[in-house]
């Protein structure tokens, strides 16, 4: 009891000054019931299970630590591509570097304007995946954010999306404090990219709650940023139907902290649902994934895929489960996490779950860690190939398990060379 109670004076601590938004009456009780829920369980610390390996202090504090911009000089990630385009500076829309929020067989809203109707289809799925997703383990920020989140896109496609929708997140005050929330839904049949790129803010607080009805596909790709000094908390819910498939890949170069949570439920039968990573950190680099997927329907299929190359003191955190509720026969779990670790200063740290209710499964999980393979190394540099050169090509084939979870080939090559270039800044 005396543990609830400092966790819940640190809600009234981080609270201290804020009001919740103004809406109309289905986003104001969809957001003073996120509050209920997050003055109820407070907020973490490290004597939480999911939070032991992870510091929560900088994400929790009133004041956001201030993080210095970042100019990389390089193209925008996803530049090339014809794309639907919208774009939030310092966690705000900016409609005038925004592309016209429209596309065929999609509607796209910001979550401002739709907040203050009385009556919208997001009424049914704002908050209500982040509340299934609490239980049974605790998210306290995602709950903050359901309260506080102002913006956002509210998307439903309601059929085959050929553009992708790019989200831009753009990082300009070194003292930011983002807090967005996306709510998607797709209809039967219906299929859309969603990409999302950029540093966001100082720090920025985040949650997509996704609805993948029967037959619909929902492919999603998003880039971390790369300014040095952010920090991130990230959650994605998903929901998915009979025959859905759902698949999330992400890229994180950089960034002081990011944790990166995944909440997925298989409520249909034949559902497939894909969620991977890869992340290199150099530094006072700390990457946390945290992963929570619930089969609980027939013959469904669940992959995650998790790669960290670390190095100079940097931290990698896996923490994934897999739960097969009774019934859930057939199902097929797979996960794995692997770190490279390319000096004795780094370290990884990986908690991989099993649960199983249901006896006709096929699961497994796996996590290893361990240094450059030397005999690899050495076969490399035995035919004329520099140190540097080929540790990269072996760090790159070390990653590949996981980009190669991203479907588009374009997308894939986008994403091989930022972290080509990423490699050769290092070398140089």
């Given at each position: ?15 201290d ?6 809406g ?27 939070w032991k390996?992870?510091?929560p ?10 993080a210095?911009?970042f ?33 065929e067989?999609?509607s ?14 997001a009424?049914?799925?704002y ?5 299934n997703g ?29 553009k ?9 005050a ?13 209809d ?9 790129n ?16 029967d ?6 790709v998003?880039?971390?940023g ?14 998915l ?27 249909g ?26 089969h609980?329907?027939?013959?469904c299929?669940s992959?995650?895929?998790?790669k960290?190359?670390?190095r ?11 739960l097969v ?6 199902t ?16 990884f ?8 209710y ?6 497994s ?9 030397e005999?690899?190394?050495?076969y ?23 980009v ?6 374009e ?18």
């Amino acid at each position: 009891m005396a543990a609830l109670a400092k966790k819940q004076e640190a809600v009234a601590a981080r609270l201290d000054g804020m009001t919740l938004p103004a809406g109309g009456q289905w986003a104001s009780e969809a957001r003073e019931a996120a509050l209920g829920r997050l003055r109820e369980m407070g907020l973490p610390e490290r004597r939480d299970e999911y939070w032991k390996y992870t510091r929560p202090d900088t994400l929790t504090q009133a004041d956001a630590p201030e993080a210095a911009v970042f100019e990389t000089g390089e193209a925008p990630l996803f530049g090339s591509f014809d794309r639907i385009k919208v774009v939030f500076v310092d966690g705000v829309f900016d409609a005038d570097q925004s592309d016209e929020l429209a596309g065929e067989g999609l509607s796209i809203e910001r979550l401002a304007d739709v907040a203050v109707k009385d009556i919208h289809w997001a009424k049914d799925l704002y908050g209500q995946l982040e509340t299934n997703g609490q239980k049974p383990v605790e998210r306290p920020l995602a709950a903050l954010n359901s309260a506080f989140a102002t913006d956002g896109v509210v998307i439903h496609v309601t059929g085959k999306v050929e553009k992708p929708v790019s989200l831009v997140y753009q990082h300009k005050a070194d003292n930011s404090d983002a807090i967005l929330h996306h709510v998607i839904k797709l209809d039967a049949g219906a299929e859309v990219t969603v990409l999302e790129n950029g540093p966001a803010a100082a720090r920025f607080n985040k949650s997509m709650e996704v609805d993948v009805a029967d037959g619909a596909t929902f492919h999603h790709v998003r880039a971390q940023g790369r300014d040095h000094e952010r920090r991130a908390v990230t959650h994605l819910f998903g929901r998915l139907g009979t025959e859905s498939v759902f698949k999330s890949f992400t890229l994180t170069v950089n960034g002081r902290l990011t944790r990166n949570e995944a909440v997925l439920e298989l409520t249909g039968d034949d559902a497939t649902a894909h969620v991977a990573g890869a992340c290199m950190g150099d530094g006072d680099f700390h990457h946390d994934d945290t992963v929570f997927v619930t089969h609980d329907a027939v013959n469904c299929e669940s992959r995650q895929v998790f790669k960290k190359v670390l190095r100079n003191g940097a931290t990698g955190v896996f923490q994934g489960k897999i739960l097969v509720k009774a019934g859930a026969q057939k199902t097929d779990g797979y996960q794995i996490s692997q770190s490279l670790l390319l000096d004795g200063d780094s370290q990884f740290l990986a908690k991989p779950e099993l649960e199983i209710y249901a006896d006709d499964v096929a699961c497994s999980h796996g996590s290893t860690s361990g240094a450059i393979d030397e005999d690899a190394l050495f076969y490399l540099r035995a035919r004329g190939v520099p140190h540097d050169i080929a540790t990269d090509l072996m760090v790159m084939s070390f990653v590949a398990e996981a980009v190669e979870e991203v479907e588009s080939e374009e997308l894939r090559d986008e994403i091989i060379g930022r972290l080509e270039s990423w490699l050769e800044r290092r070398r140089g």
